[in-house]
C-alpha cells in the first residue's frame, strides 16, 4: 500500500510480540504489477 501515490505511513496495532514478529516477514513481500492493478482497481470502485 506504500507504493500508492499519498500514502506515506502504514498504521499498525500489536497487542502482543508475537504479532510483531509475524509483521516482519512483509518487509521483504513484493506485489508483482499484476497483483497492484488488482488493488488498484478494488480501490478506485
Known sequence: ???IPGVTGAIVEAHTL???DGWLSALDASLSEEHLREIDSV???
Request: aromatic content about 0%; overall charge negative; glycine content about 0%.
Open 1 to 3: 500500500m506504500l507504493s
Open 18 to 20: 508475537e504479532q510483531v
Open 43 to 45: 480501490l478506485e470502485s
